[in-house]
């Protein structure tokens, strides 16, 4: 029997390498893997493409080429991409190219990599945090939420993937413990006391081959995965450990975060604050138990801060 195709938007990135990684290391689940790039050329494509994937050209802002890079396929994991162009309008637009070019390619399910509109709970005249771009609240969730309904319009078969804040940010974003004036290590986030959900980048694409292996009985849901929930206290914690030194922790004011100056500093100080005002509610749109019930390779934080620890770098 012909393997099942799944393909892949932003294959050379965090979450859809994760997913192509996933499919190809199961070569009996009965899922092929076409990897999407803006570039087959590149190195990270070529990696891929060595690693036995398919890998074709197909562009967000072409749909066009996003109609070829579907058709055939069973299924499609949509990704967006807010940090290339900031803009929440540009996002929803891509989206929507990736909707009508998965219903117009027959494609049979879609995993849409989403995150909640948080203007439901926090709307524009609530002066909490402040209006961005004049009409969001956290742009890069905000676009997110909004684009759902694009694949309920155009009536594609789609599961609504709520994804978590990346370990990986520790990484690649320098989100890790910093030296103080004293010399000693601190580990700052904007989030009180309150719980973090967080996951590898490498299993989210990991929990969406879980998703697309159970078959129809996802179509229509909304479902979030983390790895774990910890606090800003308990990552410093797990940190220290791991580094044979003391983290302490800091929780950064959500006004002084929104003021750091970086690009989007703001969109993520209001990000923060509504993980933290609102904790109950996205804690419990992510249930670990059935993370690893899609994914049993998932991994909490201790054991991703035990693999990645070398890569941390302290500033």
Known sequence: MAKKIIAVTGATGAQGGGLVRAILNDPNGGFAVRAITRDPKS??????AALGAEVVAGDVDDEASLRRAFTGAHGAYCVTFFWAHFSAEKEIAEAAAMARSAKAAGVSHVVWSTLEDTRKRVPLSDNRMPTLHGKYKVPHFDGKGEADAEFARVGVPTTFLLTSFYWDNLIHFGMG???GADGKLVFALPMGDKKLPGIAAEDIGRCAYGVFKRG???????????????????MAATLGRALGQ?????PVPFDAYRKLGFPGADDLGNMFQYKHDFEAEFCGARSVEFSRSLNPQLQNFEAWVTANVKKIPIQ
């Open 246 to 250: 003391a983290v302490s922790y800091y």
């Open 177 to 179: 413990p910093r030296k």
């Open 43 to 48: 190195d990270k494509a070529r990696a891929l």
């Open 216 to 234: 129809t009985e996802l179509i229509g849901r909304t479902v979030g995965i983390a790895g774990e929930h910890p606090t800003g206290a308990q």
